[in-house]
């Protein structure tokens, strides 16, 4: 494929808000988890919750789209999607946008406040702008004043690692010149109570590769980033971000369980390097889907391991923001290409007693290196996967 440049990219999560704050989490190795207190939810498991999501914007229809404007703007990120716009047109920006939950947690509200006689729900609650999956990706056109394609996208925990891949098409194929690419998912109800019936929430922090590990730790997160062809100047720049390859796959193994044998998650990768005109031993470092559950690490680890061998350093950030469902493939994105930028291996929190079993070169503590070349990896529910490389301009 050819290469597109990340021209900037902005982020929320429970680190913090903004590229900095994050940068200085993952170094730190600080982790964002805290016990659960979110709405009335008695679980006895840890979240990456971000605090003042729940007061009211005007405009802003749910929680889902109040952490999506947070966001964009951080770090002057609507400020250089407006310069693209006045360079491109607002009709050749495509929105491609993803999530897992939307505004569901608008409708959890809404029903506990529905007529009584009739069962109506109350007049204020806005579907199309809360629950609906398209809100996120028409919340950010509008927000950014953005014509083009508007693409909402969700496919579980894959989501915002497959948006990359909808935008390098469309651009591909002519039909707008720049994207902007991500999305947010934020707690609520229906998640927690629905991984905890899956017994595939943690009663402590999520331990990624551990031994002891038991589950997941859920957070809440947006990213976005602008994708565009390189200039010039961007493709001899050494601090420009490049997408350089996607691989996307289906197993369809399983509702919620992983292929064992991590069938899927290798074709993907495979194909991300094929995208890229890349072999294994070019990538330096990968950050790893890594949910801290059971199956999903061994089938994870053993797809590494039989394409990447036990060399390549990789590791699994969901220890620092949770798994941030349908936006963990931005937030990762994003996580790699701060790693790129300052030449680092993020570590693993929580991450004590690395499982023996699991033979890749399991990052636990935070290390400088080469960083070159990054895979991300996101695979969802499904047997849906996606893995993007990273790499800096040469």
């Known amino acids: 494929m050819q290469p597109l440049v990340l021209s900037d990219f902005s982020i929320v999560s429970s680190l913090g808000a903004g590229r900095e704050a994050t940068l200085a989490a993952l170094q730190a190795g600080r982790s964002g988890l805290v016990p659960c207190g979110f709405e009335t939810v008695k679980l006895p498991t840890y979240v990456g919750e971000i605090a ?12 889902n789209s109040r952490l999506a404007r947070r966001a964009l703007e951080q770090d002057g990120f609507a400020e250089r999607v407006a310069q693209a716009r006045a360079k491109y047109g607002p009709h050749r920006i495509g929105v491609f946008a993803g999530t897992s939950t939307s505004g569901i947690l608008e409708s959890e509200l809404a029903y506990r406040r529905r007529n009584s006689p009739s069962g109506k729900l109350p007049p204020d609650f806005d579907y199309a702008k809360s629950h609906n999956t398209f809100s996120v990706a ?8 953005l014509d083009g394609p508007a693409v909402a996208l969700s496919s579980a925990c894959a989501t915002t690692a497959k948006v990359f891949g909808a935008a390098a098409r469309m651009i591909a194929a002519g039909l707008c010149d720049a994207a902007v690419v991500g999305g947010a998912d ?47 100047r961007q493709a001899q720049d050494v601090n420009a971000v490049m997408l350089l390859g996607v691989g996307e796959s ?37 950050n790893l889907h890594g949910t801290a559950t059971q ?31 349908g936006a963990a493939g931005i937030v990762e994105t994003i996580i790699s290409s701060l790693s790129l930028l300052h030449g680092f291996w993020p570590g693993s929190a929580n991450t004590k007693n690395l499982d023996t079993a699991l033979r890749s070169r399991y990052v636990v503590e935070t290390q400088n290196g080469r960083t070159d070349r990054v895979m991300s990896n996101s695979f969802g529910f499904g047997g849906s996967n996606c893995s993007l490389i990273l790499g800096r301009a040469s």
């Open 186 to 232: 934020t707690l609520c109800l229906t998640t927690l109570y629905g991984f905890h019936a899956l017994n595939l929430l943690s009663t402590v922090p999520c331990r990624p590769f551990d031994r002891e590990r038991d589950g997941i730790s859920i957070g809440e997160a947006a990213g976005f980033a602008l994708l565009e062809k390189p200039d010039a």
């Open 250 to 286: 289906n197993d369809a193994h399983h509702m919620s369980t992983p292929h064992p044998e991590g069938v899927g998650a290798r074709l993907a990768m495979e194909r991300a390097l094929a995208a890229a005109g890349l072999a294994a031993e070019d990538i330096d470092y990968i």
């Open 52 to 63: 003042g999501l729940d007061e009211p914007v005007a405009g802003v229809a749910c929680r």
């Open 295 to 325: 199956a999903g690490d061994a089938s994870e680890d053993i797809a590494v391991v039989g394409l990447f061998g036990v060399e390549t350093p990789v590791s699994s950030t969901k220890g620092l923001t949770g798994h941030t469902l």
């Open 138 to 145: 028409g919340f950010v056109a509008e927000h950014l004043g």
